[in-house]
């Protein structure tokens, strides 16, 4: 409708996941980058999993995957995994070709039907790959099918390799008790992010662009609207940015407005401009009611009891007073000198990126690890939160109940709800950097580093090299780490973290 009077060629905001219209920001282009590394692993991969939102790009990510896979890979695609374990195979069967004659719905059959196929490809030089979206939806029997269909394997590889793609709840899903041995063949993570305020404005340009339009078309205050509104996930900017496009062209206007945005926002979110009474609620209102209540008839006062009466009505009266502050984060170079600060760096060094700093630049080491509340408690050290826009938190404090964040108006606390709603997981950690550690190519330094620590951890001088490796594992098992007994990154950094002194939560 609104084409022409825009000179676009086409529409620029379509919601279905069109190639030639994907932005690839720097957390897609992350997300691609472990999908394709999933595959030219040569099949040693196990399983891979991307995880993010709805709406984030998932979709469209694994379409522009399929497109860049080599040639010599095999792929299935599989849209629907709310199926049986035998609806399962006989989808792979589809999608690869492959026949079902004489041995269809016979489940051990068709197994080894596919095992001789992956075999023959294997032979030839093909690798052979399973992608599942919506894996969220995959019920617990067709989880365990698909986890011995990764038995399948030679001397040197696997078989097959499959990545699941889903909404946050694939998460939670898999960290279940019962799926344990499945989760443990994941051996890539990556949660996509939404927009950062920057990748909104460049996506939503980009995507003018495109279509032939004028990359000017929203002015910057709409676009800013629009990110706020959307919170970044670009089906939902695409959903926005048509309406206001709509309601430009009705407004005969050339560029799309924050007043066109508004009204936008008025007409997609209807549900949002229902009457909310609490606003008209003004504080000689609650006066009102409250006066009321003490003169309620037969209602008398209990001066004995006058506390908790209180702590009631609070409740009763006005439920908003029991709202957390929102999460106001300073932007990353205050957080990481805040954070640096603790650790009495040097009060100079400026980073303001969403990764690791060198080394070099502060002495220190870094990790950027995923996890949650109970591991950071356990770890026992401040850490900056990654939230989910992108913001570095600093977190300073922690119990079983509430979180002490720096934000801008200074230390906060929080709820662990309230910080789970806007965390996924990430956060960076720092620990002392012991000069044995900074080339960790040369394993007899690290060796005799961890040696000497576990002396000073176990309070046992008389420890020896030959006790260490069970030692290692054994540290490793009491602190939620893989008990491998590898003197690892997250090895060197608990040990680390126990020996030296340090800031505490």
């Given at each position: 409708m609104y084409l022409e009077f825009f000179n676009?060629?086409?529409?620029?905001?379509?919601?279905?996941?069109?190639?030639?219209?994907?932005?690839?920001?720097?957390?897609?282009?992350e997300s691609l980058a472990h999908l394709i590394y999933g595959v030219t692993r040569g099949g040693g991969a196990g399983f891979v999993q991307l995880t993010g939102e709805v709406g984030t790009g998932k979709t469209t990510i694994s379409r522009l995957f399929l497109q860049k896979l080599p040639e010599d890979t095999q792929a299935a695609l599989i849209l629907n995994p709310n199926i049986t374990p035998i609806e399962l195979l006989e989808n792979i069967f589809k999608e690869f070709k492959?026949?079902?004659?004489?041995i269809k719905g016979k489940l051990n059959a068709m197994v080894d039907k596919l095992n001789e196929q992956l075999l023959q490809w294997w032979s030839e030089g093909k690798n052979t790959l399973v992608i599942i979206d919506e894996a969220q939806n995959i019920p617990r029997d067709t989880l365990e099918q698909l986890r011995l269909l990764t038995n399948l394997e030679t001397d040197q590889q696997k078989l097959l390799q499959i990545i699941l793609i889903g909404q946050p709840e694939l998460k939670q899903l898999m960290q279940r008790k019962d799926l344990r041995q499945l989760s443990q063949r994941v051996t890539s993570r990556f949660h996509l992010q939404p927009l950062s305020s920057e990748e909104a404005f460049a996506y939503i340009k980009h995507r003018v662009s495109v279509s032939g339009g004028d990359k000017n078309l929203f002015s910057n205050r709409a676009i800013n609207r629009i990110y706020k509104k959307t919170e970044g996930i670009p089906r939902l900017i695409n959903v926005l940015c048509d309406r206001a496009l709509l309601v430009a062209f009705t407004d005969e206007s050339k560029t799309v407005s924050?007043?066109?945005?508004?009204?936008?926002?008025?007409?997609?979110?209807?549900?949002?401009?229902?009457?909310?009474?609490?606003?008209?609620?003004?504080?000689?209102?609650?006066?009102?009611?409250?006066?009321?209540?003490?003169?309620?008839?037969?209602?008398?006062?209990?001066?004995?009891?006058?506390?908790?009466?209180?702590?009631?009505?609070?409740?009763?009266?006005?439920?908003?007073?029991?709202?957390?502050?929102?999460?106001a984060i300073p932007i990353q170079?205050?957080?990481?000198?805040?954070?640096?600060?603790?650790?009495?760096?040097?009060?100079?060094?400026i980073w303001n990126e969403n990764k690791c700093p060198d080394v070099a630049l502060i002495g220190m080491g870094c990790l950027r690890k995923q996890g949650n509340l109970t591991q950071i408690m356990r770890q026992n050290t401040p850490v900056l939160l990654e939230l989910n826009q992108g913001q570095l938190a600093l977190l300073t404090a922690l119990d079983d109940k509430q979180a002490t964040l720096e934000t801008l108006q200074g230390e906060q606390l929080f709820s662990h709800e309230h910080i789970n709603k806007n965390w996924?997981?990430?956060?960076?950690?720092?620990?002392?950097?012991?000069?044995?550690?900074?080339?960790?190519?040369?394993?007899?330094?690290?060796?005799?580093?961890?040696?000497?620590?576990?002396?000073?951890?176990?309070?046992?001088?008389s420890l020896n090299a030959d006790q260490?490796?069970?030692?290692?594992?054994?540290?490793?098992?009491?602190?939620?780490?893989?008990?491998?007994?590898?003197?690892?990154?997250?090895?060197?950094?608990?040990?680390?973290?126990?020996?030296y002194q340090g800031p505490k939560l």
């Open positions: 676009l060629q086409q529409a620029p905001f379509s919601i279905t996941p069109d190639p030639e219209f994907v932005y690839l920001s720097e957390k897609h282009q492959i026949s079902t004659r004489g924050l007043k066109h945005v508004n009204q936008a926002i008025a007409e997609v979110y209807p549900d949002e401009q229902r009457f909310n009474h609490w606003q008209y609620i003004t504080p000689l209102a609650l006066l009102a009611v409250a006066f009321g209540y003490w003169l309620w008839p037969n209602h008398s006062i209990d001066t004995n009891n006058i506390e908790s009466n209180t702590e009631t009505h609070a409740v009763i009266i006005d439920p908003l007073l029991t709202e957390e502050p929102a999460l170079s205050i957080s990481w000198q805040k954070y640096l600060t603790l650790w009495n760096a040097d009060a100079n060094i996924l997981g990430h956060y960076f950690v720092l620990w002392p950097m012991a000069s044995e550690l900074i080339d960790d190519t040369i394993s007899e330094s690290v060796n005799a580093w961890a040696l000497n620590v576990a002396k000073v951890i176990e309070n046992n001088p260490l490796t069970d030692w290692i594992i054994d540290f490793q098992q009491q602190n939620g780490l893989l008990a491998d007994g590898i003197i690892g990154k997250e090895t060197q950094m608990a040990l680390s973290l126990k020996a």
